[in-house]
């Protein structure tokens, strides 16, 4: 190929685009490994096998449940956790391990000693998960803005309106949510 002037010209069009290509894959992985950096500042991975987590709530999930006189009343609002936002995730984690460690591990009153050692067993790996964010928070700020402060208080206002030993026992019941929204907010997920 030539140039107006007939000179050679020194890019033929494969090699254009083959420029063009790999500019363009470039640009699109400085994308993707800055969006992956900026959403891992906006979490803590949890370094707590979550399965034995899960696998004794179900063990108890039946007992708690079946216990449970208020079907229709929640404490843990699924939407209510959804609607947190990333940069609220550390603080709300925190609160909602604070409050089934000072409240809700500490009010229930379980007679089964088998059940009290999986409730036992979730409590420890509660404190497992909190000091795992503690290490976090050492690198990042965990602050709560007001939406998470209120989504806090609102769960704790659901938890005043029953009884002592039924909002414990409600919310073991629901360890469910807590344990779904905290797989999906701190664990880093397989590479396939």
């Known amino acids: 190929m030539t140039d107006s002037?007939?000179?050679?010209?020194?890019?033929?069009f494969a090699e254009d685009m083959?420029?063009?290509?790999?500019?363009?894959?470039?640009?699109?992985?400085?994308?993707?490994?800055?969006?992956?950096?900026i959403y891992s500042l906006r979490r803590c991975l949890i370094s707590v096998d979550m399965r034995l987590i899960e696998k004794s709530f179900h063990e108890i999930k039946r007992a708690m449940q079946t216990k449970d006189t208020f079907k229709n009343?929640?404490?843990?609002?699924?939407?209510?956790?959804?609607?947190?936002?990333p940069g609220d995730v550390c603080c709300m984690t925190n609160n909602l391990l604070t409050?089934?460690?000072?409240?809700?591990?500490?009010?229930?009153?379980?007679?089964?000693?088998?059940?009290?050692?999986?409730?036992s067993s979730i409590a420890?790996?509660?404190?497992c998960v909190q000091k795992s964010l503690e290490?976090?928070?050492?690198?990042?700020?965990?602050?709560?803005?007001?939406?998470?402060?209120?989504?806090t208080r609102i769960i704790h206002d659901n938890y005043n309106q029953l009884?002592?030993?039924s909002a414990?026992?409600?919310?073991?019941?629901?360890?469910?949510?807590?344990?779904?929204?905290?797989?999906?907010?701190h664990l880093e997920t397989p590479a396939a």
Do not use: P
């Not at 009343?73 to 936002?85: A, F, Q």
């Open 135 to 151: 290490r976090c928070q050492v690198h990042r700020q965990c602050n709560c803005s007001q939406e998470a402060t209120n989504a």
């Open 73 to 85: 009343v929640t404490i843990l609002s699924l939407e209510n956790l959804r609607s947190i936002k």
């Open 99 to 119: 409050f089934y460690r000072d409240r809700v591990f500490q009010d229930h009153q379980e007679r089964s000693l088998e059940v009290l050692r999986r409730i």
């Open 163 to 165: 009884e002592v030993s």
């Open 18 to 37: 083959k420029t063009q290509c790999a500019s363009t894959w470039l640009l699109g992985m400085t994308l993707i490994l800055c969006s992956v950096h």
């Open 168 to 185: 414990a026992l409600k919310s073991l019941g629901e360890l469910n949510i807590l344990l779904a929204w905290i797989d999906r907010n």
């Open 124 to 127: 420890n790996s509660f404190l």
């Open 5 to 12: 002037l007939g000179g050679q010209l020194t890019f033929t």
